[in-house]
């Protein structure tokens, strides 16, 4: 395994459904009460402008030159402030991250010492892609790598355990208005302890789909 940073998703099952900002200032702060992030976290928001950054290297799995997406990037000061900022916006990715001993750890990893966990809800006017394969097939399934709009609606997600680099597929998972992603500290990773990667604490799983009020399926990002 050649990876720094490990992500779980947790993807709205509705591919329609896209949150209220009143939702999204319930869910962060509850992920904030709840010790999900340690205390005092930051709190950023991201913009999309529509621009976007291109380097000269080539994207081994697709063939394409890497894009990175330009963002305007607010810091928020609290937690209440959320529903305010997000509520003209239809396209943000916003983040609550700090580093700590977290009291309810979204992921059990084998890690005693303090440790980063970022929390960020992603909400889209247009459908983007939740997979995240990592190898050449990714190509030959024409799967639409992580985070990019999506001209059609998959039936399943594609994944990769990032210890075997056995490929894994799960139904309604490879795209959505709206996801959460929930980043570990570098080199932290958690045991794939099952192929539908529904290993996300279930106390977190149950609180989204109380606020939210739909199912989700759960997906990973890592690179």
Known sequence: MDAEQYAHTLIAKPKDFAPSAAQIE????????????PDNPTIVLRIPTGKF????????????KIKFEIKDRKKLDRLEDIATALEPLGDYEIEVASVGKPKLPPLLID???????????????????TS??????A?????????????ELPREGYFTDPHTMKMIKI???GCALFWVEFELGKFLFPKFSNEKLEFLNPAIVSEAKKIFEIDFVQGCYWG
């Open 139 to 151: 190509a030959e399934e024409k799967i639409v790598p992580y985070r990019k709009p999506c001209m």
């Open 111 to 129: 890690f005693e010492e303090s440790y980063h966990v970022g929390v960020t809800c992603f909400v889209y006017s247009t459908p983007r892609s």
């Open 53 to 64: 950054r291109e380097y000269p290297y080539v994207n081994p799995f697709t063939g394409e």
């Open 26 to 37: 319930r869910f962060l702060s509850s992920i904030v009460s709840r010790n999900v992030v």
């Open 171 to 173: 139904p309604d998972a």
């Open 132 to 137: 995240d394969l990592h190898d050449n097939s």
